[in-house]
């Protein structure tokens, strides 16, 4: 689900949108769900769906999943797994519409070597995402009465998607914090979309009131905050965090090598803002953060190493297969790691997940050096993972989950990627945070 080339082309292309008006300009029709659909604008057909022409009745009577793709042809993935989604759906009720507003001279024999499935329409001038409210692309699925169901920052939806749209399950209301909540809102089976477009983020949308200055501000969080990260060059706040977490952003360290004294090592979750009298690089506001971490909490950070349980990454005689060379425009790449949850003790879904044994682990999938998988890996884990593979180079670390027998994750990281995780002891670094003397 990322879009290497667009994201960096988004970002480029908002630095430089005047008065953050928008991708596709300013914003004069701000939609939300339940509206009715406007007219898809666009001044060619590149693709037909079938012989008829496009008329705005097209978009009853079916369900429809409309795309609004800026940047088409430096986006082989999305257009494949595009495809792959119209495909599946062939024959249903549900129509597939791709809007694009890339210069024709590019786009043009990138379509005739790499065609598209469904309505395939170029909008030069960006009036279809102007015309939906938009200021970042986003996919949108309509209803067959022609009523917008959500929109769906993915871009190219997933398949379950569609299928919720078919048969009414789709919602734009999250469930609450509450694990009740929460279960019955998967056993729902509800697929959850955004109510309104995505905005661009104004420098000031979450700039703290506070009067510039160089000291960090703590507060404890409002019960029922959301959290966020917001920052612009001259501030930065992290909101509804536990100072572990905190610790482990600024830091760049995975929590479970942070210790903390026990009266700090809990599940408060603070606000923490840091309002500067003029702008400043991202390292100086980590510094300004770590210096006021330890003023406020009155602790004293040190780094050193300690004999502690581990997880040993080794690797037998055979190496996971090879990364694909990183293209010009792979800027991005993305993981994850899969687990069984574990319900939190205070029923609240949404708190930070407890670090869990390796026996919990069912899946991870990561492109990069063996440092990365053990990194990745560790950041989910209840004790440190050494790398001790000597595996130089980027490979593919991919193991999906058993979904229907015992989790047997060990195994088939060793039958498919050659790696073998044991618990031993090892000295590594932590850092060690003490009340001040």
């Given at each position: 689900m990322?879009?290497r080339?667009?994201?960096?082309?988004l970002?480029?292309?908002v630095?430089?949108?005047?008065?953050?008006?928008?991708l596709?300009?300013?914003?004069s029709?701000?939609l939300k769900?339940?509206?009715?659909?406007?007219?898809?604008?666009f001044?060619?057909i590149?693709?037909?769906?079938?012989?008829?022409?496009?008329?705005?009745?097209?978009?009853?009577?079916?369900?429809?999943?409309?795309t609004?793709?800026?940047?088409?042809?430096?986006?082989p993935?999305a257009r494949?797994?595009?495809?792959?989604?119209?495909?599946?759906?062939?024959?249903?009720?549900v129509?597939f519409?791709?809007?694009?507003?890339?210069?024709?001279s590019?786009?043009?024999?990138?379509l005739?070597?790499?065609?598209?499935q469904?309505?395939?329409?170029?909008?030069?001038?960006?009036?279809t995402?102007?015309s939906?409210?938009m200021?970042?692309?986003?996919a949108v699925?309509?209803?067959?009465?022609?009523?917008?169901l959500?929109f769906?920052?993915?871009?190219?939806?997933?398949?379950?998607?569609?299928?919720?749209?078919?048969?009414?399950?789709?919602?734009?209301?999250p469930?609450?914090r509450?694990?009740?909540?929460?279960?019955?809102?998967v056993?729902s089976?509800?697929?959850?979309?955004?109510?309104e477009?995505r905005?661009l983020?104004?420098?000031?949308?979450?700039?703290?009131?506070f009067?510039?200055s160089?000291t960090?501000h703590?507060?404890?969080?409002p019960?029922?905050?959301?959290?966020?990260?917001?920052g612009?060059?001259?501030?930065?706040?992290?909101n509804?965090?536990?100072?572990?977490k905190?610790?482990a952003?600024?830091?760049?360290?995975n929590?479970?090598?942070i210790?903390l004294?026990?009266?700090?090592d809990?599940?408060?979750?603070y606000d923490?803002?840091?309002?500067l009298?003029?702008?400043?690089?991202?390292?100086?506001?980590?510094?300004?953060f770590?210096?006021?971490?330890q003023?406020?909490?009155?602790?004293?950070?040190?780094?050193?190493e300690?004999?502690?349980d581990?997880?040993?990454?080794?690797?037998?005689?055979?190496?996971?297969?090879?990364?694909?060379?990183?293209?010009?425009e792979?800027?991005?790449?993305?993981s994850?790691?899969?687990?069984?949850?574990v319900?939190?003790?205070d029923g609240d879904?949404?708190?930070?997940?407890?670090?869990?044994?390796?026996?919990?682990i069912?899946?991870?999938?990561i492109?990069g050096?063996?440092?990365d998988f053990?990194?990745?890996l560790e950041?989910?884990?209840?004790?440190?993972?050494?790398?001790?593979?000597?595996l130089d180079?980027e490979f593919?670390f991919?193991?999906e989950a058993?979904?229907?027998?015992?989790?047997d994750?060990?195994?088939r990281?060793?039958?498919?990627?050659?790696l073998?995780?044991?618990e031993?002891?090892?000295?590594?670094?932590?850092?060690?945070?003490?009340?001040?003397r």
């Open positions: 990322i879009l080339f667009l994201t960096l082309f970002l480029g292309m630095a430089g949108l005047r008065s953050q008006s928008g596709f300009g300013p914003v029709n701000p769900a339940g509206d009715i659909a406007p007219a898809i604008l001044n060619k590149m693709n037909s769906a079938n012989s008829t022409a496009w008329s705005p009745t097209n978009l009853s009577g079916q369900v429809t999943v409309l609004i793709f800026p940047d088409t042809s430096h986006n993935d494949s797994r595009w495809n792959a989604l119209a495909e599946q759906f062939a024959g249903k009720p129509q519409v791709w809007v694009t507003g890339e210069d024709e590019s786009l043009v024999p990138w005739a070597e790499n065609p598209l469904g309505w395939v329409l170029h909008d030069p001038k960006g009036d995402g102007r939906y409210g200021e970042i692309p986003s699925i309509i209803g067959a009465d022609r009523k917008i959500g769906d920052a993915s871009m190219v939806p997933q398949a379950e998607t569609v299928t919720a749209a078919l048969e009414g399950r789709i919602t734009t209301t469930p609450k509450e694990m009740a909540e929460f279960k019955a809102f056993e089976r509800k697929v959850l979309l955004e109510a477009p905005r983020s104004r420098p000031d949308d979450h700039k703290p009131n009067p510039p160089y960090l703590v507060a404890p969080s019960q029922q905050s959301e959290g966020g990260n917001f612009a060059p001259d501030h930065w706040a992290l509804g965090l536990t100072l572990r905190l610790i952003e600024v830091y760049n360290l929590p479970i090598r210790y004294p026990a009266s700090l809990n599940s408060t979750r923490f803002s840091l309002v009298p003029e702008a400043e690089s991202k390292e100086q506001m980590y510094e300004r770590r210096q006021g971490i003023d406020y909490f009155h602790i004293t950070a040190t780094r050193e300690r004999l502690l581990v997880y040993v990454v080794t690797a037998l005689d055979r190496k996971p297969p090879a990364a694909k060379a990183r293209q010009e792979d800027f991005f790449s993305s994850s790691v899969g687990y069984q949850v319900e939190a003790a879904f949404f708190a930070e997940p407890k670090p869990v044994a390796i026996g919990a069912r899946s991870i999938g492109e050096t063996a440092s053990c990194r990745t950041s989910m884990l209840d004790r440190p993972v050494v790398n001790e593979t000597h180079g593919e991919n193991v058993n979904e229907t027998g015992p989790n994750f060990l195994q990281l060793r039958d498919q990627l050659g073998v995780i044991s031993v002891q090892r000295n590594v670094e932590i850092l060690a945070f003490e009340p001040h």
